[in-house]
Each structure stands twice: as C-alpha cells, then as structure tokens.
C-alpha cells in the first residue's frame, strides 16, 4: 500500500476496529449483493482502489464480467435481479444523498426485497463502502487485493 498517509500506521487501534466492522457488515448479506453494491458504489465515489479490489474479489467469488461490465447501466442491463436492482438504486440513493433527498422509489423497492433487519445490514454495508471510499480517496491509498485479504484477516 502506498499512500499520502496511511490510517492503519497513524491510527492502529481504530482502524482494527473499523476493518472489523468491515468484515462483519460485509458477510452479513449474500456476497453478490454486497460486491455489486462495493463496486457501484466506488464507481459513484471514483475510488479506483476500491473499484479495483471488489472487482477482483467479486470475480474471485464467481461474478461474471458481463455484470461487472455492466453495473454503471445496471437500470438498463437484463442481468440483475429485482433483490439486486434494489441493493443498487438504495446504493445511489444514499451515496449521492448530497445530490437531494428523492430517494423514494428507492426505499420502495427496498422494502419489497428486503426484511427490515436485511434493511439495516445493507444501510450499514453502503456506510462502510462510502466510508473506505472516503478513506482511500481522501489518503490516496491503493491496494491489491492480496493486501486488503490480509489486512482483512488481521482485523
């Protein structure tokens, strides 16, 4: 990894914390949906590093490249299920919560596919991308998915 500054070297304790959370919030779903929503969500945020290791972990898991290929046009792309296409518009609703709040269609097809507690997991699983988004963005971090598995396993 190298970075302008590097958050696990300057601040260990809570960063332990936060990739635990991390990998908490992330087994919480099934991992189709938590990759697509990784994903989209770091297109959204340009997050190159991030866009970068959920694609590889997501093919590592047995995600095809057409939907990789095509989760930017994910409204207009045949391949995603109405549970998925919920994951992505709830995604975009609240990582461009800054862009206005018409997020109700939204939290329609949220509720059609999603249990309330499947609500709250997949709330906190767009926090934590946003939030490593943010991270890596912020800090210029990039990762290779080898060193994001190991520092995932060290947490």
Same mark, same amino acid.
């Given at each position: ?55 590889? *972990? =997501?093919?590592?898991?047995?995600? &095809? !490249?057409?939907?990789?290929?095509? /989760? ?35 939290? *329609? =097809?949220?509720?059609?596919?999603? &249990? !309330?507690?499947?609500?709250?997991? /997949? ?33």
């Amino acid at each position: 990894m190298s970075a302008k500054l590097d958050p696990f070297a300057a601040a260990p304790s809570l960063m332990k914390k936060w990739m635990g959370v991390s990998v908490d919030v992330q087994s919480s779903l099934e991992w189709n949906v938590i990759e697509l929503v990784k994903i989209r969500a770091s297109q959204i945020n340009g997050c190159a590093n991030c866009i970068n290791m959920h694609t590889a *972990e =997501a093919r590592a898991k047995g995600e &095809t !490249e057409q939907r990789i290929y095509l /989760l930017s046009a994910w409204r207009e792309a045949p391949c995603y299920s109405d549970r998925e296409r919920a994951a992505l518009g709830w995604t975009e609703a609240l990582t461009r919560l800054s862009e206005g709040h018409t997020h109700e269609s939204a939290t *329609e =097809a949220l509720k059609a596919q999603f &249990t !309330e507690e499947e609500q709250v997991k /997949l709330t906190l699983m767009i926090n934590v991308i946003n939030g490593w988004n943010r991270l890596a963005v912020g800090f210029g971090l990039w990762a290779g998915p080898a060193v994001a598995k190991a520092a995932q396993a060290a947490a």
